[in-house]
Every structure is written in C-alpha cells, then in structure tokens.
C-alpha cells in the first residue's frame, strides 16, 4: 500500500504536539496502560487501520502483553483472558467506535459497566483515549498510511 499523502499532522505540526499532549494526559489518569493498549486495538481492528494495529500490538508487547490476550482482542466476549474491567473497556471501546450500528450508540448498559469500573476521571481518560484513537484511525486510513511510516 502506498501513502496517498503524508499524514496530514506532518502540515499541521502542532496538531501532532496537541494530540500527543492529550494522549500523556489520558495515560497520567489512573486507567491502567493495558486496558488503555487494549481498547486501542479493539478500536483499530474495527475500523481496520493497519498502521495503528500494528503500533498498537508492538506497544502492548513493550508493555508485556501476552500473546493470548492480543490474539483474542477481537474475539474478548469468548476469551478467558480478560478481567471485568477489561471487558466493561471493550465494550464501551466497541460501542464509541461504532457509533451508527444502533440507535443507542452507547447504551445505558454498557455505560453503567464501565462506570461501574472506573471512576469519573478514569472514565473521561477512558473516554477521550477512545476517542484519540478513532482520530487517529480516520487519518491513518483516510490517508493509507502504511505499516511502519513514520509521522513525517
């Protein structure tokens, strides 16, 4: 695959330092870095942004991820190896990245698990690095970044 562009933050430099600003803040909010590297993954393999899922993997690797629990990431509601935690992050990570598939976008159901979870700003954090993570995956895909590019 081959770039349609370079990644639209290398002409707006300081977009890449606001998104990068807004990443170290979600990550100094209390949500454990593996549920953060899980719904990272979950929202990349869904929208299908092979850059992402790549980083994703690999930084989840660094962080001492097992093979089982990344091998399952897409298949989480079957997997053994997932805490309640984990699986109240998944969902809300499924249910924000597609927001179109049902009228509820984010039920009532899956919100309340999650916030059964984690506090208001564990939540936020939780929240808004989903949210990072779509963005990042519209600008990977939209633009076909390939595997391995740099920001550049």
């Known amino acids: 695959m081959e770039a349609r562009m370079k990644n639209p933050v290398a002409?707006?430099?300081?977009?890449?330092?606001?998104?990068?600003?807004?990443?170290?803040?979600?990550?100094q909010a209390?949500?454990?870095?593996?549920?953060?590297?899980?719904a990272h993954l979950r929202a990349s393999q869904i929208n299908g942004c092979s850059w992402c899922i790549h980083y994703g993997f690999h930084n989840a690797k660094k962080a001492g991820e097992t093979d089982d629990r990344l091998a399952t990431v897409a298949a989480?509601?079957?997997?053994?190896?997932f805490?309640?935690?984990?699986?109240a992050a998944l969902a809300l990570t499924e249910a924000m990245t597609r927001l179109s598939d049902r009228a509820d976008a984010v039920p009532d159901e899956v919100w309340n698990e999650a916030a059964a979870h984690f506090g208001e700003k564990e939540l936020a954090a939780l929240v808004i690095s989903i949210a990072t993570t779509n963005l990042y995956n519209r600008l990977n895909v939209t633009t076909r970044q390939p595997i391995g590019a740099g920001w550049k």
Request: proline share 8%.
């Open 11 to 27: 002409y707006l430099p300081d977009t890449m330092q606001a998104l990068m600003t807004l990443g170290q803040a979600t990550r």
């Open 76 to 81: 989480w509601r079957e997997s053994p190896y």
């Open 83 to 87: 805490t309640d935690a984990e699986r």
């Open 30 to 38: 209390g949500v454990p870095s593996e549920i953060i590297e899980l």
